[in-house]
């Protein structure tokens, strides 16, 4: 079956610090894959997400290349903020008869501190 | 304007009741989907439906019974709520439900069993 599995969290880093936070897949076929944040108290949102082999998706500063020689997306931003704080899931999408279903990995909490 | 609102936002209710959770998108979105957080912050999908037609449907107790109404609504009743059952549930919506569409989330229904 399909899966995601991300790096242990929590992560706390102090403001300005490079982030990188692991994901790996395990799927059939061609998946899309995607990075939602969700802050305290919150949905969640989309923040990035590729469709295709060597695909980077950006926003916000953030970004994610889409390896498919190593069945990875991880999540790296150069200098992140307080504000940035909140829980970051990958999921992918299997597509076929998936009907939308995403498959989500366990989440990764992020910290920042001043 | 609220994209996807959930209705209540806290559920506080003891084992064996029977409660409601209400869903509403006003993206025109013809998708819309049931998710379950648990307290380690893992999210299951467990139902999906497309224009008012159920596409997914997990392992899930039958005690759980989604209901749309019209595409643009679909709700959630839990009968006989068991201690497990506390999670915040989350409903979904996307544009369609056979490819890589970005789900809008809605804020979550924290409910507590005691």
């Known amino acids: 079956g399909n899966s995601v599995t991300q790096m242990e969290g929590p992560v706390t880093l102090s403001e300005e610090a490079f982030l990188t936070i692991n994901c790996t897949y395990t799927?059939?076929?061609?998946?899309?894959l995607f990075w939602y944040v969700q802050y305290p108290g919150e949905g969640l949102q989309l923040l990035l997400k590729?469709?295709?082999?060597?695909d980077k998706g950006s926003n916000k500063g953030f970004e994610a290349t889409y390896r498919k020689e190593t069945t990875s997306f991880h999540l790296e931003k150069g200098s992140v903020q307080v504000s940035d704080s909140a829980v970051y899931f990958c999921?992918?999408?299997?597509?076929?008869?998936?009907?939308?279903?995403?498959?989500f990995g366990q989440g990764t909490i992020l910290t920042v501190h001043p | 304007d609220t994209a996807v609102s959930q209705t209540p936002k806290y559920l506080v209710t003891q084992m064996g009741n029977d409660k409601s959770i209400k869903c509403e998108q006003n993206?025109?979105?013809?998708?819309m989907y049931w998710y379950k957080q648990d307290s380690k912050k893992f999210l299951k999908i467990m139902f999906s439906?497309?224009?008012?037609?159920?596409?997914i449907n997990e392992t899930v107790p039958n005690r759980f019974s989604p209901k749309s109404p019209d595409k643009a609504h679909l709700n959630l009743h839990i009968n006989s709520l068991e201690l497990g059952d506390s999670a915040v549930y989350f409903c979904?919506?996307?544009?369609?439900?056979?490819?890589?569409?970005?789900?809008?989330f809605g804020p979550g229904t924290r409910l507590t069993v005691t």
């Open positions: 979904a919506s996307s544009q369609q439900a056979g490819g890589p569409y970005e789900q809008y």
């Open positions: 799927a059939t076929g061609y998946p899309s």
């Open positions: 590729a469709t295709k082999a060597d």
């Open positions: 999921a992918l999408y299997a597509g076929g008869t998936s009907y939308g279903k995403l498959t």
């Open positions: 993206l025109g979105h013809d998708t």
């Open positions: 439906y497309n224009n008012k037609e159920l596409i």
